[in-house]
């Protein structure tokens, strides 16, 4: 039996994770939880991303909670830390500032994540971003300022999203994937095939 409040370490601040603390909160008003992220913000609406990108809201719409949200529900959330190890027989969670939280239950809400690209030639090259954080975001919005060209490389319907942002930018941006996925948008978007480029926005204005 434990003789101490619970204590609950999620891993990842997501909706998954934010939502979990939050519903651990209202059971149980004694626990302690700490909700632990990598990225430097509370929740933020990461489907939301696309919108941003293209302009048509601003990062404060993009925002779900505060700092102010976690302190008033005794939520400790800890920004900019990955976690790098978890001792599951011990019940410990180890974090690259050398913190070691010990837990009674552990959530692990770590969500997806986009691998770097791996193709001969890309290790090392600038400016090849993922689309996936708030943070890859501004960044792609800083680098946009300053190119005149883009490849969204991927077939999924995020990396459309991404193109929509290089257009309405009026950047010329190509999109190549390995699949026929690009067909199924096919009233939106030029085709796209395995293995080809499709030239995709602002039509009629070759940079070359
Ligand atoms: C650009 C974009 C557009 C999207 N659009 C849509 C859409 O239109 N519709 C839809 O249904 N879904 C969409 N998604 C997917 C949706 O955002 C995810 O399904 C959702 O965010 C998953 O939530 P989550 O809380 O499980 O994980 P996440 O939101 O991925 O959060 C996980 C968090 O854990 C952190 N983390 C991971 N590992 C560690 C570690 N070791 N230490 C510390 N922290 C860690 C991550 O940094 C992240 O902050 C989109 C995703 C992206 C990237």
Same mark, same amino acid.
């Given at each position: 039996?434990?003789?101490?409040? +619970?204590?609950? !370490?999620?891993?990842? =601040?997501?909706?998954?994770?934010? %939502? &979990?603390?939050?519903?651990?909160?209202?059971?149980? #008003?004694?626990?302690?939880?700490?909700?632990?992220?990598?990225?430097?913000?509370?929740?933020? =609406?990461?489907?939301?991303?696309?919108?941003?990108?293209?302009?048509?809201?601003?990062?404060? /719409?993009?925002? $779900?909670?505060?700092?102010?949200?976690?302190?008033?529900?005794?939520?400790?959330?800890?920004?900019?830390?990955?976690?790098?190890?978890? =001792?599951?027989?011990?019940?410990?969670? !180890? %974090?690259? /500032?050398?913190? @070691?939280? #010990?837990?009674?239950?552990?959530?692990?809400?770590?969500?997806?994540? &986009?691998?770097?690209?791996? !193709? #001969?030639?890309?290790?090392?090259? @600038?400016?090849?971003?993922?689309?996936?954080?708030?943070?890859?975001?501004?960044? $792609?919005?800083?680098?946009?300022?300053?190119?005149?060209?883009?490849? &969204?490389?991927?077939?999924?319907? $995020?990396?459309?999203?991404?193109?929509?942002?290089?257009?309405?930018? +009026? +950047?010329?941006?190509?999109?190549?994937?390995?699949?026929?996925?690009?067909?199924?948008? #096919?009233?939106?978007?030029?085709?796209?095939?395995?293995?080809?480029?499709?030239?995709?926005?602002?039509?009629? @204005?070759?940079?070359?």
């Amino acid at each position: 039996m434990t003789t101490h409040d +619970k204590r609950y !370490v999620i891993i990842g =601040n997501g909706i998954t994770g934010t %939502t &979990a603390a939050e519903n651990l909160r209202k059971n149980d #008003p004694a626990c302690t939880i700490h909700l632990l992220t990598n990225e430097a913000y509370p929740l933020y =609406n990461r489907v939301s991303l696309p919108r941003f990108l293209q302009g048509v809201i601003v990062e404060q /719409k993009v925002m $779900i909670r505060d700092f102010a949200w976690h302190e008033q529900r005794n939520i400790q959330l800890v920004t900019e830390t990955l976690v790098t190890d978890v =001792n599951t027989d011990e019940r410990v969670v !180890v %974090t690259d /500032k050398g913190q @070691q939280l #010990p837990y009674d239950a552990l959530l692990v809400a770590s969500g997806g994540w &986009a691998n770097p690209l791996q !193709v #001969p030639g890309a290790k090392g090259v @600038q400016h090849i971003y993922n689309f996936v954080t708030l943070d890859d975001t501004k960044t $792609i919005i800083e680098r946009m300022l300053d190119s005149r060209t883009a490849l &969204a490389y991927g077939g999924s319907f $995020i990396s459309y999203e991404l193109c929509d942002g290089f257009a309405v930018r +009026k +950047k010329w941006c190509s999109k190549l994937c390995e699949d026929k996925e690009g067909a199924h948008y #096919p009233d939106r978007y030029d085709w796209c095939w395995s293995g080809y480029c499709t030239e995709y926005s602002y039509p009629g @204005q070759y940079p070359y």
